[in-house]
């Protein structure tokens, strides 16, 4: 729907920034600048989350940008730039995890870009931030670890700005910056870039990683802003590279912002205002 104001709470906003569905079959619908429409098909009801000024535990901001149900049923929200959002279902308002100088245990920035829960790590929420690095947050302490990029040290993360965070099932943690891809040893937390084997010549992935899906084949794809989609092999050693804008190839006609596997094992692909891709 792109509503115009005749369909009620619906026509919040048509910038839709996700649609997910949680796991007791209600759907979540975020959009930029409208807040969050929260749709029950059992009930048939529809409730919006929005900015209240005078409500400290309505959204910090109606630009929401990612959504997340953790493995204990929590929904976890995140903004641009009103930080990170965790919601009291029985209340219907969020606590809110902002920024604050003052102590080193809280959100480095309030842009969130990412929400990530690995499998293995019930209880660690990773936060990719626009400009404040990367951040793990411990769900029963509350208190947040970030790493940032320091030009300096060579195992520091390659950007302020990561799109996105990644366990695949050989338990290797992939992070997506701006600068390209990199793995996280979270023993020692060092950062390193991701090398593959293209053209017989070891490299890195240079463009800005946004997506990543390990697809139950093994394969290992990544979205990246005006560089298509990359396929990295099962050893994760050799790439395919996919365009979807053959005429200028490193422009957003090639930007990867959505990736999805179907239940019949098919990969489809959203492309920034370029259309769905079917693999």
Not at 24 to 33: D, F, L, Q, R
């Amino acid at each position: 729907y792109a509503p115009q104001g005749e369909m009620g709470l619906w026509s919040s906003c048509p910038h839709v920034k996700f649609i997910d569905q949680d796991s007791k079959g209600a759907y979540w619908i975020g959009t930029y600048n409208g807040g969050i429409n929260h749709y029950d098909p059992v009930s048939n009801t529809l409730s919006h989350y929005y900015h209240e000024p005078e409500n400290s535990g309505s959204l910090k901001s109606d630009q929401v940008y990612t959504f997340l149900e953790d493995h204990q049923g929590r929904i976890w929200i995140g903004n641009l730039p009103g930080g990170l959002h965790k919601l009291d279902p029985s209340l219907h308002k969020f606590k809110i995890y902002t920024s604050d100088a003052n102590t080193g245990e809280s959100l480095s920035n309030n842009n969130i870009m990412g929400i990530y829960e690995a499998p293995t790590q019930p209880g660690i929420i990773w936060l990719g931030t626009r400009g404040g690095g990367l951040n793990r947050l411990d769900k029963k302490t509350g208190k947040f670890q970030y790493y940032r990029h320091q030009s300096q040290e060579k195992h520091s993360i390659s950007s302020d700005i990561v799109w996105t965070t990644y366990e695949d099932r050989e338990g290797i943690f992939y992070v997506g910056t701006e600068a390209g891809l990199d793995t996280l040893n979270q023993e020692t937390g060092q950062f390193a870039p991701y090398k593959i084997i293209e053209n017989n010549q070891h490299s890195s992935i240079s463009f800005p990683v946004i997506r990543i899906h390990q697809d139950r084949q093994g394969w290992l794809w990544l979205g990246t802003w005006s560089g298509g989609m990359i396929r990295l092999s099962k050893d994760k050693k050799t790439v395919k590279r996919y365009q979807f804008s053959t005429a200028n190839p490193q422009t957003f006609y090639n930007s990867v912002i959505e990736i999805f596997e179907d239940t019949r094992g098919k990969i489809w692909v959203g492309i920034f205002q370029n259309g769905l891709f079917e693999y």
